[in-house]
């Protein structure tokens, strides 16, 4: 969902910044914005409702700087406007925030009490608030929390430059109050002497001056006199400052602090909110996705939830919130900058569906066992005789996650004659599941970091339940958390709309079931059976990729209409409620998915020539009964585009979609290919923003 870049080092932070918003942007957001420390150690802040290259065109003069930090914002508290952007102000702090503070409206009252004045409607500003407080910034009595030598330039509608935290400040007083800074510590590590800090607060330890609210020279000292703004009583350290605000928040949060005080550091935190550190020559980075860091750095760490970092251009220190040491060793990141380039495609949903080919070929490389006939997955770190104890599956996924995981739960239950079921997991965490001993559960999410199937994985944990990962990406949140698993090796997938990690996961899961059948009463002659179907599957999505421009031609017509219903009966059931997910996210048509047997149950009074039926039908023993729901639709004169094989007669149709045929367990792979195509270009024609659909994120990291 938002992004978050950070940069400290000795360049000019502000084009790495914009460089890493940019790759961020496949995640949703609404608005952007940078906080920088300049040269002479003021604090600048530039934000507004725009992309981020509107950003980085409407920047002020001169204005770069470092450490620095960058957000993209995707609205959960207020609308998206210029004062609800990111970075929140209070003083000589700046904060990036993604997640949710639960306890938002609880602290504002207590912070408004205390004299804070707020700006914004987000809950993000009261960590700002909270966390300037703790480093020992008061606001002057009457004045305004921002404080006039901290001013911030924002970019509004209008085209004027004004203070997004502090309207009544000037912008020549942003970058030219200074004040000297304590010899501060953060993490252990020791601060460089006298550092230079903009604005109204100064450190421990270091006499330095400021301006009075009305112009005169102020010492700043440890004694505190009437309107200055340091408390004596706190010792000026930025991560203590973070530790200590973050004990009174309830909610998630990947932030990134910025202290106009202490300009040799940045202070990341993270619970429920991916942040990862990127090490690099002299110079550090923090982000909320690896995506940020490619162009820079391979070597990255990820924090755990509870960690706090502090970071600076020669390295990095993360402990506890209750101040214990942690360590990490560093990974390495297997994308590239290629992988986040579009490579010449217009659009990277476009792209990603033609890379499906070569994406299947990695979900299976080095994890077939021809020898056996079944498939060799090392990561579940489950042996034969405890995958024999296992007496049901259950599958947990949000959105296109879910539905792969309905795929698979029927793949398990074909194949290994395990009793399997998928469910939504932000609807398994709330309802006080039981948890069997005896059931396996399957966490599946793309990005590793979808917020429901973490809280779904942490709660089977509390309770005993044994839970393997289905996820793409390297060292997330979820890969971490489980017991085992299986990694996808799509790649990275930047458009919004799942795309080929919905094909690698149902890829994943058919391994999976292999397995599991073969360790149970799977015959090797049916092994070898998927295992061949499994090698046809590359070369079959080709062949259904060469049918792009007629389905692009029944997606132009189509998009006439107002809506579809799309249907399908067991195996093509997942297949038509994904099919529908997808049609909607990027064409913003209305589109439903129903059990092609329940569609007399009461749809059926919907269907007619105004509302075109999109029917999965795959040629297995149910075909038949496939064929009578068709005919229940063209007796009411509704249009039918039937997705099948080629044993269906085509007069049962008005339009028909032919995709290879592969074995029975294995054909919905290949079905919902087409799908994918006619919601892209039924979006391009529509002349919708096809890789950042309105409303959507990446990866939901919040309720």
């Not at 739960?409 to 399997?420: D, G, K, N």
Request: hydrophobic share 40%.
């Amino acid at each position: 969902m938002c992004g978050i870049v950070a940069h400290v080092g000795s360049r000019d932070c502000v084009p790495i910044l914009l460089e890493g918003l940019a790759q961020l942007e496949y995640r949703g957001y609404d608005s952007a914005g940078l906080a920088v420390v300049n040269r002479s150690g003021g604090l600048r802040v530039h934000k507004a409702k725009t992309r981020v290259a509107g950003l980085g065109s409407s920047l002020p003069a001169r204005f770069k700087g470092g450490p620095g930090i960058g957000h993209t914002r995707w609205a959960t508290h207020g609308e998206p406007n210029d004062i609800n952007a990111h970075p929140h102000v209070v003083g000589p702090v700046a904060v990036v925030h993604n997640g949710i503070i639960e306890n938002a409206d609880e602290l504002r009252v207590k912070l408004i009490a205390e004299g804070a004045e707020f700006i914004s409607e987000t809950d993000s500003e009261v960590l700002a608030h909270l966390i300037a407080r703790a480093g020992g910034y008061l606001p002057r009595s009457g004045g305004t929390e921002g404080g006039a030598e901290y001013a911030a330039d924002a970019l509004h509608e209008n085209g004027t430059a004004a203070n997004a935290s502090t309207a009544n400040a000037s912008a020549a007083d942003a970058s030219t109050a200074k004040a000297s800074a304590a010899n501060g510590t953060a993490g252990g590590g020791s601060g460089r002497n006298g550092a230079q800090a903009s604005g109204k607060a100064g450190g421990t330890g270091k006499r330095g001056s400021a301006r009075n609210g009305d112009g005169t020279d102020r010492a700043l000292g440890t004694d505190r006199a009437p309107g200055t703004d340091r408390d004596p009583g706190t010792d000026g350290d930025l991560e203590e400052a973070v530790r200590q605000a973050l004990t009174s928040v309830v909610g998630t949060y990947g932030i990134a602090v910025l202290d106009a005080r202490y300009p040799d550091r940045i202070v990341a935190a993270r619970n429920g909110s991916p942040v990862v550190l990127g090490i690099g020559d002299k110079e550090m980075f923090v982000a909320s996705d690896v995506a940020a860091l490619v162009r820079y750095t391979r070597q990255v760490v990820h924090l755990d939830d509870g960690e706090v970092a502090t970071v600076r251009a020669d390295g990095f220190h993360t402990s506890t919130l209750d101040a214990r040491t942690t360590t990490h060793e560093p990974s390495v990141i297997e994308a590239d900058l290629h992988s986040y380039s579009a490579d010449g495609y217009t659009h990277f949903m476009r792209k990603e569906i033609h890379e499906q080919p070569r994406t299947v070929e990695r979900a299976l490389r080095g994890r077939l066992e021809e020898r056996f006939h079944t498939a060799h997955l090392g990561g579940l770190n489950i042996d034969a005789r405890q995958a024999r104890a296992i007496q049901r599956v259950k599958i947990l996924g949000c959105g296109s996650a879910y539905y792969a995981g309905q795929v698979g739960a029927q793949l398990i239950e074909e194949l290994a004659r395990i009793p399997a079921d998928a469910e939504a997991a932000s609807e398994f965490r709330y309802r006080n599941p039981v948890v069997e001993a005896d059931t396996l559960y399957i966490a599946v999410s793309q990005s590793g970091e979808t917020h429901d199937t973490l809280a779904a994985v942490r709660e089977l944990k509390r309770k005993g339940g044994r839970v393997i990962g289905v996820v793409n990406a390297v060292g997330s949140a979820i890969a971490r958390e489980c017991e085992g698993g299986v990694y996808l090796h799509a790649g990275p997938e930047i458009s919004v709309t799942s795309t080929k990690t919905f094909t690698a996961t149902c890829v994943v899961f058919s391994l999976l079931a292999l397995h599991l059948g073969r360790i149970h009463d799977l015959s090797p002659a049916d092994g070898a059976r998927v295992i061949a179907g499994l090698h046809a599957l590359p070369g079959q999505v080709s062949e259904v990729l060469a049918q792009e421009e007629r389905i692009a031609d029944l997606a132009k017509d189509l998009t006439g209409y107002h809506g579809m219903f799309f249907v399908g009966r067991v195996r093509g059931w997942p297949i038509a409620r994904e099919g529908a997910q997808k049609l909607k996210e990027v064409s913003y048509l209305h589109a439903e998915a129903y059990p092609a047997s329940e569609l007399k149950h009461g749809p059926l009074a919907l269907v007619g020539p105004d509302l075109p039926t999109v029917a999965v039908v795959p040629d297995d023993e149910l075909r038949d009964k496939n064929i009578s729901t068709l005919g229940e639709v063209k007796a009411r004169r509704g249009r039918i585009l039937a997705v099948g094989h080629g044993t269906l007669d085509r007069r049962l149709a008005d339009d028909m979609v032919e995709v290879p045929k592969n074995e029975p367990e294995l054909d919905p792979i290949l079905l919902s290919v087409p799908l994918q195509l006619l919601a892209y270009h039924a979006a391009v024609t529509l002349g919708n923003d096809v890789d950042k659909p309105r409303n959507l994120a990446k990866s939901v990291t919040v309720e």
